[in-house]
């Protein structure tokens, strides 16, 4: 079937340090991949996707590349800011017409 | 666009009561989603529609909810009668649903507390 995983949460970061969260998928065939961002209080919202193979997405300084040969679309930021503080998923929608998975989702917390 | 919009943003209730959340998705849009989020299970998708059509219900937990799409710009999710297990944020969500490049528009969410 398919699924995500994240890495376990919550992460903590001191402001301007590198961000990483790893996100790898079982999936049929070659799904588009997505992270998604949870503020507090608000809904998700779309950060960046990717939709094949060696495609990187990006945003807001947030970057992830699909990698095929791992299954993998880790998450990177060169910088985090106190505004990124969030959770974020990961999610894949395959290909054959079955629904979006999220992934259980990564608390990321910056301190000033 | 306004994006997804759901009603009401917050609901407190006592168990027993029926409870309706509502769902006005993207204009366009041609399919909507229902989760709910808590925290001990996460993002759990409760039920899809696709043209007003439900196409997967399995998520729903039981008899007590139920979903409607009378048509392409309004969705409920009722809750009769409502437990405090059910206490969750319940989120809309809606998309285009064209090939692998669907990508899924998510509302604010119904925070609801049963008591």
């Known amino acids: 079937g398919n699924s995500v995983t994240q890495m376990e949460g919550p992460v903590t970061l001191s402001e301007e340090a590198f961000l990483t969260i790893n996100c790898t998928y079982t999936?049929?065939?070659?799904?588009?991949l997505f992270w998604y961002v949870q503020y507090p209080g608000e809904g998700l919202q779309l950060l960046l996707k990717a939709t094949k193979a060696d495609d990187k997405g990006s945003n807001k300084g947030f970057e992830a590349t699909y990698r095929k040969e791992t299954t993998s679309f880790h998450l990177e930021k060169g910088s985090v800011q106190v505004s990124d503080s969030a959770v974020y998923f990961c999610?894949?929608?395959?290909?054959?017409?079955?629904?979006?998975?999220f992934g259980p989702g990564t608390r990321l917390s910056v301190l000033p | 666009d306004a994006g997804v919009i759901q009603s009401p943003r917050h609901e407190v209730t006592e168990m027993g009561q029926e409870v309706t959340l509502r769902c006005k998705p993207i204009?366009?849009?041609?399919?909507l989603f229902w989760y709910r989020q808590t925290m001990m299970r996460g993002l759990e998708l409760l039920i899809y529609f696709n043209n007003n059509v439900p196409i997967d219900d399995s998520g729903m937990p039981e008899d007590r909810f139920s979903a409607k799409m009378p048509n392409a710009s309004f969705s409920t999710l009722k809750i009769q009668p409502s437990e405090p297990r059910d206490s969750a944020v319940y989120f809309c969500?809606?998309?285009?649903?064209?090939?692998?490049?669907?990508?899924?528009?998510f509302g604010p969410g119904t925070r609801l507390l049963v008591l």
């Open positions: 999936a049929t065939g070659y799904p588009s």
């Open positions: 204009s366009g849009h041609n399919s």
């Open positions: 999610a894949l929608r395959p290909r054959d017409g079955q629904n979006f998975v």
């Open positions: 969500a809606s998309s285009f649903r064209e090939g692998s490049q669907e990508t899924q528009y």
